[in-house]
């Protein structure tokens, strides 16, 4: 079946402009996850959707940052005035339970670089 | 506080030779374990992952990882090594309910020909 998807794979913008990143995620897929790598870094949590209820925004590092999730479906990612420090790969991520567990599916991800 | 490490940044083997990444892990309860690989400009593709049970656990492409609860080790193994095993590989933990996984920071494994 489909895996989840990211749109688009590499965004190039300029500093102060606004972005916003698509994650269409495997269907019937309840949770939702954002992450950001940087070049040679682990991942950084950003958020995370589960079903109905209020998102986890533990991760989001400014209030530049924020992410909504329509439908229980499809999830959005918007970067307000970016700043150079935001280049990143995003990755979003989607799971279900799997023997108990959930297990996340990631997506190919989002190049973003900000000149 | 909760926390994975992977101890190696970077992993060197010969093609055919065996290989082990190392994760240890800190955290109250019971862990649940994963690995995921990211091969060059892919996203993360699950592995394997440790639950309960057996503490062998088999997963993807040969790899299997044995969770070792007296040294909070899961570390990532596989009988003989292919050049196209090379790939950044990450090892993950949560615990109970809470659905936010720990990552370690990643291990480079390079398998030359």
């Known amino acids: 079946g489909a895996g989840v998807s990211q749109s688009p794979s590499n965004k190039v913008t300029e500093k102060g402009k606004d972005v916003e990143l698509r994650c269409d995620p495997i269907?019937?897929?309840?949770?939702l996850y954002w992450y950001r790598q940087s070049l040679g870094q682990g991942l950084e949590f950003l958020i995370y959707?589960?079903?109905?209820?209020?998102?986890?925004k533990s991760g989001l590092p400014s209030d530049r940052f924020s992410a909504e999730r329509t439908g229980g479906s499809v999830s959005t990612l918007t970067i307000q005035r970016t700043q150079q420090e935001d280049s990143a790969v995003y990755l979003c991520?989607?799971?279900?339970?799997?023997?108990?567990?959930?297990?996340?599916?990631f997506g190919p991800g989002t190049r973003l670089t900000v000149l | 506080a909760q926390s994975v490490a992977q101890p190696e940044d970077q992993v060197n083997v010969a093609e055919g030779n065996p290989l082990t990444v190392k994760c240890t892990y800190s955290?109250?309860?019971?862990?649940?374990l994963f690995w995921y690989v990211q091969y060059p400009n892919r996203g993360l593709q699950f592995l394997l992952k440790?639950?309960?049970?057996d503490n062998l656990v088999k997963g993807s492409y040969g790899f299997e990882a044995e969770f070792n609860k007296s040294q909070t080790s899961f570390h990532l193994k596989k009988p003989s090594a292919l050049v196209s095993d090379s790939a950044l590989y990450f090892c993950?933990?949560?615990?109970?309910?809470?659905?936010?996984?720990?990552w370690g920071l990643g291990t480079s494994l390079a398998v030359n020909p």
């Open positions: 993950a933990v949560r615990t109970g309910n809470n659905r936010k996984l720990i």
């Open positions: 955290v109250s309860g019971n862990p649940y």
């Open positions: 440790y639950i309960t049970g």
């Open positions: 269907s019937g897929h309840t949770a």
């Open positions: 959707f589960q079903g109905n209820s209020a998102p986890d």
């Open positions: 991520a989607s799971s279900t339970r799997l023997a108990g567990v959930d297990t996340q599916y």
